[in-house]
């Protein structure tokens, strides 16, 4: 079983299934819930962009994903790229 899969099995127990590992969490790669749609609805009208203030009203499970044996495969895809050049190392093009 892939490691997004195993999210996906936790999703069932918890409004949002986040990972978490030392250098943070990544919540572009959680999952949530479509019972959240009218929080994060109410959480945009309310100018409260930030996702902390949606955990702070949500069952979460963090998953650390340095327990898992493939954890530092698992990292890679959790890469920060904001620049050309950042892609580029990544082995993206432009």
């Known amino acids: 079983m892939g490691f997004l899969e195993y999210l996906g099995e936790l999703s069932g127990e918890y409004e949002v299934a986040l990972p978490v590992h030392r250098d943070g969490r990544e919540p572009l790669t959680?999952?949530?819930?479509?019972?959240?749609?009218?929080?994060i609805v109410k959480m945009i009208e309310d100018e409260r962009y930030k996702i902390a203030f949606l955990y702070e009203r949500s069952v979460v499970k963090r998953?650390?994903?340095?327990?898992?044996?493939?954890?530092?495969?698992?990292?890679?895809?959790?890469?920060?790229?904001?620049?050309?050049?950042?892609?580029?190392?990544a082995g993206g093009s432009r």
């Open 30 to 39: 959680a999952l949530y819930k479509k019972s959240l749609t009218g929080e």
């Open 63 to 89: 998953v650390d994903i340095e327990e898992f044996e493939e954890s530092l495969e698992i990292k890679k895809g959790f890469k920060n790229i904001n620049t050309p050049e950042e892609l580029r190392e």
